[in-house]
């Protein structure tokens, strides 16, 4: 390896795109492709990275196998960093596994936490955790040390483990020091900032207030009976019962759980679950069929009574009832909180990350575009959706042969 192709990849490992550029921008040789795909992606042109990078795997061969398997992880992370979350699985873990074959540990380790990272971004949780349980930070790099922290930290977010997450990040912040990495310190930043960031809103006895992660994780650990809106059940101290695929019986026990102690009226009842401003006896007659419904969903946590003008919760183990809400409610909220991160998606990757079909979340977009909540850019297959943008950068990548660190 020249010399100018190790100090570009050292500028690259420190996190200075434009000084590995300075040395590398002229030659079209497969290193030299290679590591300006990494620094186009570090500067946030992640088209022209992609399109260097697969040039680069073309001109290194099939001799050249363990460059080309980099190449394939870096266009990976790149994929990743551009929200486009259905990048082929397989093509990674075959370059994993030839990394792996050849003794570069790093950049397999990299590999195996990119998908990890896509795991989490998708929501299926369980899978990231026995991914992420087979990997050890410690022999690591500090950059990689640090997204491995960065990893156990969205998990423990999502899991409502506010300690456990504040703990990852601060190991993350310190690996990011030694790492000396502006763009992977600002991830960790943002990552802070979401847990310093209201979870959701307590409504209790009419009242509302916003809380952080861990006042959401100490009020389900507590022994109220929670009406939960952000996942769409019912719970006590003991047990818990999914509404998520009853929609009608959820508005029905949210109305009557922001009303309690007191009753609900029939007719706000059949407002609120129906979405109709004016009822008749047969919206009266589906309402007593709906509340028999709900009764015996909820009848291990709570008995629901008719009253003279309604009806009423009445906990059988809980003091008290409160409603656990989004701490913004529209009809496309899933939609923003998605592109809250300040990344450019897809309407496909959104769709994968909502478990919607596309058509649908086109349609939300549509909306909140015509709303000015949000905007797009490119067309057709490259049309992406954002929030008001912020730069967003590829961690390092390691394309030539891990570097020796002080």
Same mark, same amino acid.
């Given at each position: 390896?020249d010399?100018?192709?190790?100090?570009?990849?050292?500028a690259?490992?420190?996190?200075?795109?434009?000084?590995?550029?300075?040395?590398?921008?002229?030659?079209?040789?497969?290193p030299?492709?290679?590591?300006?795909?990494?620094?186009?992606?570090?500067?946030?042109?992640?088209?022209?990275?992609?399109a260097?990078?697969?040039?680069?795997?073309?001109a290194?061969?099939?001799?050249?196998?363990?460059?080309?398997?980099?190449?394939?992880?870096a266009? /990976?992370?790149?994929?990743? $960093?551009? @929200?486009?979350?259905?990048? &082929? #699985?397989? %093509?990674?873990?075959?370059?994993? !596994?030839? +990394?792996?074959e050849?003794?570069?540990?790093?950049?397999?380790?990299?590999?195996?936490?990119?998908?990890?990272?896509?795991?989490?971004?998708?929501?299926?949780?369980?899978?990231?955790?026995?991914?992420?349980?087979?990997?050890?930070?410690?022999?690591?790099?500090?950059?990689?040390?640090?997204?491995?922290?960065?990893?156990?930290?969205?998990?423990?977010?999502r899991?409502?483990r506010?300690?456990?997450?504040?703990?990852?990040? /601060?190991r993350?912040?310190? $690996?990011? @020091?030694?790492?000396g990495? &502006? #763009?992977? %310190?600002?991830?960790?930043?943002? !990552?802070? +900032?979401?847990?310093?960031?209201p979870?959701?809103?307590l409504?209790?006895?009419?009242?509302e207030?916003?809380?952080l992660?861990?006042?959401?994780?100490?009020?389900?650990?507590?022994?109220?009976?929670?009406?939960?809106?952000?996942?769409?059940?019912?719970?006590?101290?003991?047990?818990?019962?999914?509404?998520?695929?009853?929609?009608?019986?959820?508005?029905?026990?949210?109305?009557?759980?922001?009303?309690?102690?007191?009753?609900?009226?029939?007719d706000?009842?059949?407002?609120?679950a129906?979405?109709?401003?004016? %009822?008749?006896?047969?919206?009266r !007659?589906? +309402?007593?069929?709906?509340?028999?419904?709900?009764?015996?969903?909820?009848?291990?946590?709570?008995?629901?009574?008719?009253t003279?003008?309604?009806?009423?919760?009445?906990?059988?183990?809980?003091?008290?009832?409160?409603?656990?809400?989004?701490?913004?409610?529209?009809?496309?909220a899933?939609?923003?909180?998605?592109?809250?991160?300040?990344?450019s998606?897809?309407?496909?990757?959104?769709?994968l990350?909502?478990?919607?079909?596309?058509?649908?979340?086109?349609?939300?977009?549509d909306?909140?575009?015509?709303?000015?909540?949000?905007?797009?850019?490119?067309?057709?297959?490259?049309?992406?959706?954002?929030?008001?943008?912020?730069p967003?950068?590829?961690?390092?990548?390691?394309?030539?042969?891990?570097?020796?660190f002080?």
């Open positions: 390896m010399s100018l192709i190790t100090a570009a990849a050292r690259l490992a420190a996190g200075d795109p434009l000084g590995a550029l300075k040395r590398v921008a002229l030659r079209d040789d497969a030299a492709l290679a590591l300006r795909g990494i620094a186009m992606a570090q500067l946030g042109d992640h088209v022209r990275a992609k260097l990078l697969r040039s680069a795997a073309q290194f061969g099939k001799k050249e196998a363990v460059a080309r398997a980099r190449c394939v992880v266009e /990976a992370e790149i994929a990743l $960093a551009s @929200r486009d979350l259905a990048w &082929p #699985a397989k %093509a990674l873990d075959a370059a994993r !596994a030839t +990394l792996e050849h003794g570069d540990r790093v950049n397999a380790a990299h590999a195996r936490y990119l998908e990890v990272r896509r795991l989490l971004l998708i929501g299926r949780l369980d899978e990231a955790e026995r991914a992420l349980a087979e990997l050890y930070p410690t022999p690591f790099p500090p950059a990689l040390t640090a997204v491995h922290e960065l990893v156990v930290a969205g998990i423990a977010m899991r409502l506010a300690k456990a997450a504040r703990a990852a990040l /601060a993350a912040e310190s $690996a990011a @020091r030694h790492a990495i &502006p #763009a992977l %310190a600002a991830e960790i930043e943002s !990552a802070l +900032l979401v847990l310093n960031t979870a959701a809103r409504i209790e006895g009419g009242a207030r916003l809380l992660l861990e006042e959401v994780e100490a009020l389900l650990a507590s022994k109220a009976f929670v009406v939960d809106a952000c996942r769409h059940v019912v719970r006590d101290e003991s047990k818990v019962v999914s509404l998520a695929k009853r929609p009608v019986l959820f508005a029905l026990a949210r109305a009557l759980g922001e009303a309690w102690p007191g009753d609900v009226s029939r706000t009842l059949i407002a609120r129906f979405r109709l401003k004016l %009822a008749d006896e047969s919206h !007659a589906r +309402l007593r069929v709906e509340m028999g419904r709900l009764r015996r969903m909820l009848r291990t946590l709570a008995d629901v009574s008719a003279k003008r309604g009806f009423a919760l009445a906990p059988r183990r809980a003091c008290e009832v409160v409603v656990l809400a989004r701490p913004v409610e529209e009809k496309h899933a939609v923003l909180a998605f592109l809250a991160d300040g990344e998606w897809s309407t496909s990757a959104l769709a990350a909502l478990g919607a079909s596309q058509r649908t979340v086109q349609r939300a977009l909306s909140l575009a015509a709303a000015c909540k949000v905007q797009s850019f490119g067309r057709g297959r490259a049309r992406r959706w954002t929030t008001p943008p912020m967003g950068f590829a961690t390092a990548l390691l394309l030539p042969a891990p570097l020796a002080d």
